[in-house]
């Protein structure tokens, strides 16, 4: 123990310094008590079950390759998984999607052309208008694919999209097409979980 003022070592017990007569605190004159250090819990490991399977890490989802017929993706299909698929399967007018997938799509679709034709139309920028050109060109294929692979998956065939030419009621019949349930197993793959896109 030493002085605070002077740095003196003192003795314990002592109320004044020897050296500089500084007033030494109480906590400072109890003799130092050494403690402790609390023991630390040992905790035995869990018992491993006999029939405990081991975790498995699941590996991220592939979007270099196309994907294989009848693949849609996940049960609960992300918005981000969806829009992957969208732009994977570009051309894919084979196979089936789920509901899930066609309608992010849609959503997505209409999010970013709503957004680049107001922003064209309230800056007047010959860029935006270009973009939005662009944007509605680069969407047309995949947007039919997905419209094509929508119907195979409620069981009808990709011509029935021709509807749609029909004035007011063909869109209004394809609309109820395509928010239809997913059929069974047909010539176009296997049956996707109801809604979700998951292969049944």
Known sequence: MFC????SPLEP???FCPNCGAKIPEAENEPETIKSEPEQAVTDPAPVQENEQPAVCQPAPDYSSPAPEGENSKSSISFTDAI???FRRYTDFRGRSGLTEFWYAVIMEVIVTSGLSYLSSRFQFGVLALTSVLWGLATIIPGIAV???RLHDTGRKGTYLLIGLIPLVGWIILIIAFAGQSAPDNEYGPAVNNNSGENQ
């Open 84 to 86: 992957a698929l969208f």
């Open 147 to 149: 419209s094509v692979r």
């Open 13 to 15: 017990g002592i109320k």
């Open 4 to 7: 605070a003022e002077c740095g």
